[in-house]
């Protein structure tokens, strides 16, 4: 079993130093309180604000941000999931793309990065103007002797991502977010589903409180792989704490196997054979 800690928070946006000291607080909070990792919201360090994102934040930036919540990490000997604008990888970028992914990365209790995820699916407008989407899918990697893999945000609400996550043997599903006030089906109805259905720990950070024009639900879960909730947080500022395994795990899996019984062949076969009409499933973009 692994302690996780979860953090709901306030950003202020761009102001680093603010939030770095909010996830340093959680970090010794959290280490104090036994727990081998914290899980922080989408793009806390520089808060949540697409376009003033792309159009104040020095990219230049970025790796000290890095090396300091790597800082934290180690200076409090726990693992930390933090999510931060990474450069979209192919060189050159035309110069009125974006430049950036959305990012999450772990981080040992040593400050070692052990896994990278960028954001597939972006969400609104202003997300798809700021930031490029990736296509890469998630990764896995043995955490504390459980399976972790990353998503962020809008991403857990396609059930396909989580499926792709599980699909290559992930136990555990970290996903910071950002969700506005409204959308509380999300945590409630969405992440306990996708924990249900793909039979792993999934762990939801979001924000609170208001950013620039966002207005943040809280809502922060913790669902194990029966879906039921381990730990959810109201609508302040929160530090949740659940203990996450492999042996519930194992058991769903057992008990229903539905890992095992999928029939992806067929699933495909199926998606070739989506109707072709206008204004029916299956169409190409105009």
Same mark, same amino acid.
């Given at each position: ?77 726990? /693992?930390? !999931? ?6 979209? *990888?192919?060189?050159? %970028?035309? =110069?009125? #793309? $974006? ?18 995820? /960028?954001? !597939? ?6 997300? *798809?103007?700021?930031? %490029?989407? =990736?296509? #890469? $899918? ?37 996903? $910071? ?110």
């Amino acid at each position: 079993m692994m302690l996780l800690s979860v953090l709901q928070a306030n950003a202020v946006v761009l102001d680093i130093e603010a939030n770095l000291r909010t996830v340093d607080h959680a970090a010794q909070r959290s280490a104090q309180a036994g727990a081998d990792l914290l899980l922080t919201p989408e793009l806390f360090p520089v808060g949540y604000a697409p376009l003033r994102l792309r159009s104040e934040l020095d990219p230049e930036a970025l790796p000290a941000i890095r090396t300091r919540l790597a800082d934290i990490a180690r200076r409090n000997r726990i /693992a930390l !999931v933090y999510s931060l604008p990474a450069p979209v *990888r192919a060189e050159p %970028a035309p =110069a009125n #793309e $974006p430049r950036w992914h959305i990012s999450a990365t772990l981080v040992d209790a040593q400050g070692r990065e052990i896994l990278d995820y /960028a954001k !597939v699916h972006l969400f609104g407008g202003e997300e *798809r103007k700021a930031f %490029a989407a =990736a296509a #890469e $899918p998630p990764a896995v990697v043995d955490f504390q002797g459980i399976r972790t893999s990353l998503l962020v945000c809008y991403d857990i609400e396609f059930p396909e991502a989580a499926r792709a996550a599980a699909a290559r043997g992930a136990e555990l599903l970290l996903v $910071p977010t950002a969700l506005s006030a409204g959308f509380e089906a999300v945590p409630q109805v969405l992440i306990r589903a996708r924990a249900l259905e793909s039979q792993l720990n999934v762990a939801y950070a979001n924000h609170c409180g208001n950013e620039d024009a966002y207005t943040f639900g809280g809502g922060s879960v913790v669902a194990g792989p029966d879906g039921v909730l381990l730990a959810e947080a109201g609508d302040g500022p929160a530090l949740l704490f659940a203990e996450v395994g492999t042996a519930a795990v194992n058991a769903a899996r057992d008990e229903v196997p539905y890992l095992r019984e999928r029939r992806p062949g067929l699933y495909r076969e199926w998606e070739a054979r989506l109707p072709q009409e206008p204004g029916r499933p299956g169409d190409a973009p105009a």
